[in-house]
Each structure stands twice: as structure tokens, then as C-alpha cells.
């Protein structure tokens, strides 16, 4: 079982940054995929980023949804057992709840929330125009 804590979330004005975080209750050294998605209200939660990590100190690709290439980056500090979403150049359509997640290990990790199965309770972003 891997607990998984977000943190970061906030306020802030169209084209202003933040940085998420999510630490991991447990060693997460096992390969696995790990991600970011988000969910605005009355909306399903889509993916954001992923990032596939093949154990040890290895680290593996990443992906982004279309609409949040060239302004997120997603990474991972396996010393730390932490994931992290550094959102830059953000727009009012960004704001929404924003979740970490784990799952199995895949050749390619997909922004599909269905291929994972660990999940944290959430941070909230708002941008405001």
C-alpha cells in the first residue's frame, strides 16, 4: 500500500507558477508510473503528466497532455521518495483539483487515469485572469 500526500496548491494570477509535491508514505524504488491529473468541477479527471520510473536510480520517459507541453514539468526525487509538477505559464483553465498518483509499470506510462491505482486526496489550484 503507498500512501501519497500533495502539496503546493494555491492562488495565483494567469501566467504565474507553482510547484506541486507529493511524497510517498513508502519507498516507491520499484518500477512503477507515476502522474499528475487534475479535475475541475463538473469535469472528469484528465491527465496532466507522467513519468515512468524503471527502479533503482533509473529513470524513464515522460508524457504531457497537449494542452500543458512546453509549460509543465513533471519530475521525480527518488531519494526523497517525491513527485513534483512545476507549472509554468499558467491560464485560468488550469484550475482544478490536482491529484498524484502510482501505478504498475508500463513500457510507455499514459495520461489514462484507469491505469493507476494509487491515489492522493488532492491539492487545489486556481488561476485567476
Known amino acids: 500500500q503507498v500512501q501519497l500526500v500533495e502539496s503546493g496548491g494555491g492562488s495565483v494570477e494567469a501566467g504565474g507558477s507553482l510547484r506541486l509535491s507529493c511524497a510517498a508514505s513508502?519507498?516507491?524504488?520499484?518500477?512503477?508510473?507515476f502522474g499528475w491529473f487534475r479535475q475541475a468541477p463538473g469535469n472528469e479527471r484528465e491527465g496532466v503528466a507522467v513519468?515512468?520510473?524503471?527502479?533503482?536510480?533509473?529513470?524513464?520517459?515522460?508524457d504531457y497532455a497537449d494542452s500543458v507541453k512546453g509549460r509543465f514539468t513533471i519530475s521525480r526525487d527518488g531519494a526523497k521518495n517525491t513527485l513534483y509538477l512545476q507549472m509554468n505559464s499558467l491560464k485560468p483553465e488550469d484550475t482544478g483539483m490536482y491529484y498524484c498518483?502510482?501505478?504498475?509499470?508500463?513500457?510507455?506510462?499514459?495520461?489514462?487515469?484507469?491505469?493507476?491505482?494509487?491515489w492522493g486526496q488532492g491539492t487545489q489550484v486556481t488561476v485567476s485572469s
Open positions: 513519468i515512468r520510473f524503471d527502479g533503482g536510480s533509473r529513470g524513464g520517459g515522460t
Open positions: 513508502r519507498n516507491t524504488a520499484s518500477a512503477a508510473c
Open positions: 498518483a502510482a501505478g504498475p509499470w508500463r513500457s510507455r506510462c499514459r495520461v489514462t487515469p484507469s491505469e493507476y491505482n494509487y
